[in-house]
């Protein structure tokens, strides 16, 4: 570089300098720049030795390339200078624009500090501004933007001419190391952004892979697997359904996606559905399949989302537990049913017997006037002599008489009179005058009178018990035995309502239970059990004839189901003795 008394600057030195900086933006890592940096000081500006300093995330400075001395380079290249020593030096000497140059007589101070030196030999300095091999000159490097934040230092050593840099060669050196710094600066950028192509890609690969495995475990599951949907007007619908649901549906990918769930699901089963929450929902219900039938499958959801912020569907697995749901179902039934006739058993019976009593027995000192009045407080007509509830305008629905404890509902057609339904005296006014009583939702259970038919219906309890059966099962076996009572379970089955229950109790005893019968009913009912009964039954070839004996009880809010069948056994054996021996003869 030339003196600063130099009037001119030689085109060739400009030339150095134009090309050290373009060699800077032709380096294509951060470390291939740093070196080039270090280079362009010795070849370009022509100093003997160039030293880049760069700061790293702690703070400190590191060298980081190192140019003109190779052993110099190996010496002292990564080695670390902390951050609070450079910022010693560059508080230190004279402040030539933007550069710090310490002479050696303020030098030697630094001689101990921790920050890697290295210096060239040469003699003692003749002239003022001569270089002397203490002396030292730093040119910082601050990232763009018009701040402080600094991103390194370079510090060069023993100008080729042996004097101190002029206007024009401290002119250089700044404006070298600003190039420098933008230099640094892009090539992070790019080692920033390829890394994070490079760790993109290998997320996408990644996700990739991951998809790839996803639609490989979702398409060849063995149970049934489907997307559906999550929010907005199409909540549920079904976006994507595996071959294994589209078999246990019976549908094509391509009917199904036309559905959700809710449109598949048996209408029993849609409050289920309903009830299963989306995020590890769980739910056993029937599906249905395009033959009309429905499948009993089990359901689990799971939430997914397709990206961070975007949109969540429902991953839902279907299982078929068709097989699981029909041995529980058939266990329930055994446990609840008669093996040899398929009659609801003991248990069965009292279980809805049970149901259909309280504890509470029914008054029926009040009538509806009275307990709305009671609760309401209105006394002065509360009282009314002679106010029957048996009135014709406080009948019940006339269709109104109530299921069986099954839940299945009678026809109001089977019995003459059933029509009638409950008489609003079978609520306990006490429980409608009572405080929350005037919603009391339980139906009482009351027994016509036996006196006086006031059209009250009841709850009739038919307690039958075959005559002559034991003498069918000693003379012909155990064989005709069951086959006879086979056939008297079907035709007391055939002669009741589809909401009556027909129980076999044990042995050769069955209990009907009928719902919304008078008196008179339940006895025209247990006639015509009887002659359905007594004509002959065929078993292998013979023929064979039963009689039947019945005994009506009624059941009543405030008796046990023990009280109940007890009153219907004592009424039967009363009926029993009362009709000669010829009369019961069978067999």
Same mark, same amino acid.
């Given at each position: 570089?030339?003196?600063?008394?130099?009037?001119?600057?030689?085109?060739?030195?400009?030339?150095?300098?134009?090309?050290?900086?373009?060699?800077?933006?032709?380096?294509?890592?951060?470390?291939?720049?740093?070196?080039?940096?270090?280079?362009?000081?010795?070849?370009?500006?022509?100093?003997?030795?160039?030293? /880049?300093?760069?700061?790293?995330?702690?703070?400190?400075?590191?060298?980081?390339?190192?140019?003109?001395?190779?052993?110099?380079? !190996?010496?002292?290249?990564?080695?670390?200078?902390?951050?609070?020593?450079?910022?010693?030096?560059?508080?230190?000497?004279?402040?030539?624009?933007?550069?710090?140059?310490?002479?050696?007589?303020?030098?030697?101070?630094?001689?101990?500090?921790?920050?890697?030196?290295?210096?060239?030999?040469?003699?003692?300095?003749?002239?003022?501004?001569?270089?002397?091999?203490?002396?030292?000159?730093?040119?910082?490097?601050?990232?763009?933007?018009?701040?402080?934040?600094?991103?390194?230092?370079?510090?060069?050593?023993?100008?080729?001419?042996?004097?101190?840099?002029?206007?024009?060669?401290?002119?250089?050196?700044?404006? @070298?190391?600003?190039?420098?710094?933008?230099?640094?600066?892009?090539?992070?950028?790019?080692?920033?952004?390829?890394?994070?192509? /490079?760790?993109?890609?290998?997320?996408?690969?990644?996700?990739?892979?991951?998809?790839?495995?996803?639609?490989?475990?979702?398409?060849?599951?063995?149970?049934?697997?489907?997307?559906?949907?999550?929010?907005?007007?199409?909540?549920?619908? #079904?976006?994507?359904?595996?071959?294994?649901?589209?078999?246990? #549906?019976?549908?094509?990918?391509?009917?199904?996606?036309?559905?959700?769930?809710?449109?598949?699901?048996?209408?029993?089963?849609?409050?289920?559905?309903?009830?299963?929450?989306?995020?590890?929902?769980?739910?056993?219900?029937?599906?249905?399949?395009?033959?009309?039938?429905?499948?009993?499958?089990?359901?689990?959801?799971?939430?997914?989302?397709?990206?961070?912020?975007?949109?969540?569907?429902?991953?839902?697995?279907?299982?078929?537990?068709?097989?699981?749901?029909?041995?529980?179902?058939?266990?329930?039934?055994?446990?609840?049913?008669?093996?040899?006739?398929?009659?609801?058993?003991?248990?069965?019976?009292?279980?809805?017997?049970?149901?259909?009593?309280?504890?509470?027995?029914?008054?029926?000192?009040?009538?509806?006037?009275?307990?709305?009045?009671? !609760?309401?407080?209105? /006394?002065?007509?509360?009282?009314?002599?002679?106010?029957?509830?048996?009135?014709?305008?406080?009948?019940?629905?006339?269709?109104?008489?109530?299921?069986?404890?099954?839940?299945?509902?009678?026809?109001?057609?089977?019995?003459?009179?059933?029509?009638?339904?409950?008489?609003?005296?079978?609520?306990?006014?006490?429980?409608?005058?009572?405080?929350?009583?005037? @919603?009391?939702?339980?139906?009482?259970?009351?027994?016509?009178?036996?006196?006086?038919?006031?059209?009250?219906?009841?709850?009739?309890?038919?307690?039958?018990?075959?005559?002559?059966?034991?003498?069918?099962?000693?003379?012909?076996?155990?064989?005709?035995?069951?086959?006879?009572?086979?056939?008297?379970?079907?035709?007391?089955?055939?002669?009741?309502?589809?909401?009556?229950?027909?129980?076999?109790?044990?042995?050769?005893?069955?209990?009907?239970?009928?719902?919304?019968?008078?008196?008179?009913?339940?006895?025209?009912?247990?006639?015509? #059990?009887?002659?359905?009964?007594?004509?002959?039954?065929?078993?292998?070839?013979?023929?064979?004839?039963?009689?039947?004996?019945?005994?009506?009880?009624?059941?009543?809010?405030?008796?046990? /189901?023990?009280?109940?069948?007890?009153?219907?056994?004592?009424?039967?054996?009363?009926?029993?003795?009362?009709?000669?021996?010829?009369?019961?003869?069978?067999?």
């Amino acid at each position: 570089m030339e003196a600063e008394s130099e009037p001119y600057v030689r085109l060739a030195t400009m030339r150095q300098l134009h090309q050290a900086v373009a060699d800077l933006n032709t380096a294509r890592s951060l470390a291939d720049t740093l070196q080039t940096v270090a280079d362009g000081i010795v070849t370009g500006l022509g100093y003997e030795l160039g030293c /880049v300093n760069l700061v790293r995330p702690d703070g400190d400075l590191v060298i980081a390339a190192f140019a003109g001395n190779s052993a110099a380079e !190996a010496l002292i290249t990564g080695r670390v200078g902390s951050r609070a020593s450079w910022e010693r030096r560059l508080s230190m000497g004279e402040s030539w624009d933007q550069l710090r140059f310490i002479p050696h007589t303020e030098g030697w101070v630094l001689l101990d500090d921790d920050v890697p030196q290295w210096h060239t030999e040469g003699p003692e300095p003749r002239f003022e501004d001569e270089w002397h091999p203490l002396d030292r000159l730093y040119a910082p490097m601050y990232a763009s933007g018009g701040g402080r934040d600094l991103l390194g230092v370079i510090s060069v050593d023993r100008p080729r001419n042996g004097r101190r840099p002029g206007a024009w060669g401290r002119e250089a050196l700044q404006m @070298y190391a600003s190039q420098a710094a933008i230099a640094i600066s892009n090539a992070r950028l790019r080692a920033n952004m390829q890394r994070a192509l /490079v760790r993109l890609e290998r997320e996408q690969q990644a996700l990739r892979a991951s998809e790839e495995s996803f639609r490989q475990a979702f398409e060849y599951a063995p149970s049934g697997m489907a997307i559906a949907e999550m929010g907005g007007d199409q909540h549920g619908r #079904l976006l994507r359904t595996n071959d294994a649901l589209c078999r246990l #549906l019976g549908r094509p990918a391509s009917v199904l996606r036309r559905y959700s769930f809710a449109d598949l699901v048996h209408p029993e089963d849609i409050g289920t559905l309903l009830r299963t929450s989306a995020e590890g929902g769980r739910a056993e219900l029937r599906l249905g399949r395009r033959d009309g039938t429905y499948l009993w499958v089990s359901l689990r959801n799971s939430v997914v989302a397709d990206t961070a912020d975007g949109p969540r569907f429902l991953l839902t697995h279907v299982e078929d537990i068709e097989e699981r749901k029909r041995h529980e179902l058939n266990l329930a039934h055994r446990a609840s049913h008669d093996a040899l006739t398929g009659l609801p058993n003991s248990a069965e019976l009292r279980s809805r017997l049970s149901a259909r009593l309280c504890e509470r027995p029914h008054s029926p000192a009040a009538t509806a006037i009275e307990a709305l009045d009671a !609760a309401y407080g209105d /006394v002065e007509s509360s009282l009314t002599p002679g106010y029957q509830s048996d009135a014709p305008g406080y009948q019940s629905d006339a269709h109104g008489y109530q299921a069986d404890a099954s839940g299945h509902q009678g026809d109001p057609h089977a019995y003459p009179g059933d029509a009638h339904g409950y008489q609003i005296d079978g609520y306990d006014a006490e429980a409608v005058a009572a405080p929350g009583g005037l @919603y009391d939702h339980h139906v009482h259970t009351v027994a016509p009178d036996a006196e006086h038919d006031d059209g009250t219906k009841g709850l009739a309890v038919l307690f039958c018990d075959l005559d002559g059966f034991k003498s069918i099962n000693d003379r012909f076996g155990h064989h005709t035995g069951d086959a006879v009572l086979i056939e008297v379970a079907r035709r007391l089955s055939t002669c009741v309502r589809d909401g009556d229950t027909v129980a076999r109790l044990g042995g050769d005893e069955f209990v009907v239970l009928a719902d919304g019968l008078g008196a008179a009913d339940a006895a025209d009912l247990a006639v015509r #059990l009887r002659n359905a009964i007594i004509p002959p039954i065929r078993v292998d070839g013979r023929a064979v004839r039963v009689g039947a004996s019945f005994g009506i009880g009624w059941a009543e809010c405030g008796m046990t /189901v023990e009280e109940v069948l007890r009153s219907a056994d004592q009424r039967m054996y009363v009926e029993k003795r009362s009709r000669s021996k010829v009369h019961r003869r069978a067999g």
